[in-house]
């Protein structure tokens, strides 16, 4: 079974500051999709970036970007410019390419990220 | 913008009870989702709909059941409650079941049963 490890359970960072939040992941498979959902205090979980494991190329949206590391199966997020707004519980999350069945998105247990002013 | 709305943000229920968690989404997405949240847990898949009254187990299915009687309609049911089974329940929609296709969340509803 695929297991995704987010071995921060908190971060700080001063405001404008850049802060990254580490995630790994095990599988055996070769395709497979990542993610980092932010949860911020009104509960929505909301997509920030995503990764497909065969583009070579790292994800970037505006001040957020990973850092993929396929053979050390690691999928690090990098908020540059912190500002207040981007304090709130943060999950990766991993999808097998495929194989039906359930929807197969596992979750890390999250990482509380606090914005210092 | 997807809207994926449950129907009650806190609810305080008793042990024995049964309870029906509600959740309705507005962008006719064939796949809704059930997750549980608990700290230091994450998230944990109990159902997913594939199609109206269609579903799947997930991860964690034992003492709930799901209804999916209507397209945009998906509810979480909880035979007899437990106090285990107090969490947050976070409801989701797809429009495409696995790949990149991101999964559209609620606000959660916070479950306390005493």
């Known amino acids: 079974a695929q297991t995704v490890t987010q071995s921060q359970p908190e971060m700080s960072v001063q405001e404008a500051e850049t802060v990254t939040l580490s995630c790994t992941y095990d599988?055996?498979?070769?395709?497979?999709?990542l993610f980092w959902y932010k949860q911020p205090p009104s509960r929505q979980m909301i997509l920030v970036i995503r990764?497909?494991?065969?583009?070579?190329q790292n994800a970037t949206e505006n001040r957020f970007s990973v850092n993929f590391q396929k053979a050390a199966k690691s999928f690090s997020l990098k908020i540059s410019d912190s500002q207040l707004g981007d304090a709130a519980m943060y999950f990766c999350?991993?999808?097998?390419?495929?194989?039906?069945?359930?929807?197969?998105?596992?979750f890390g247990k999250g990482t509380h990220l606090i914005i210092q002013p | 913008d997807v809207k994926v709305t449950q129907s009650s943000r806190y609810l305080v229920k008793r042990t024995g009870e049964k309870v029906f968690l509600e959740c309705v989404q507005d962008?006719?997405?064939?796949?809704m989702f059930w997750y549980r949240q608990d700290p230091g847990l994450g998230l944990r898949l109990i159902y997913f709909?594939?199609?109206?009254?269609?579903?799947e187990k997930g991860d964690i299915p034992e003492g709930y059941s799901v209804s999916r009687e209507k397209k945009e309609r998906f509810s979480l049911i909880l035979e007899s409650a437990s106090t285990n089974q107090t969490s947050m329940y976070l409801c989701?929609?797809?429009?495409?079941?696995?790949?990149?296709?991101?999964?559209?969340f609620g606000n959660g509803t916070r479950l306390t049963v005493t």
């Open positions: 989701a929609s797809s429009r495409v079941l696995g790949g990149n296709s991101p999964l559209h």
């Open positions: 599988t055996s498979e070769s395709d497979y999709y």
């Open positions: 990764q497909e494991a065969y583009k070579q």
């Open positions: 999350a991993y999808r097998k390419g495929s194989g039906g069945g359930a929807d197969g998105l596992t």
């Open positions: 962008m006719d997405h064939e796949n």
């Open positions: 709909s594939y199609d109206v009254k269609m579903k």
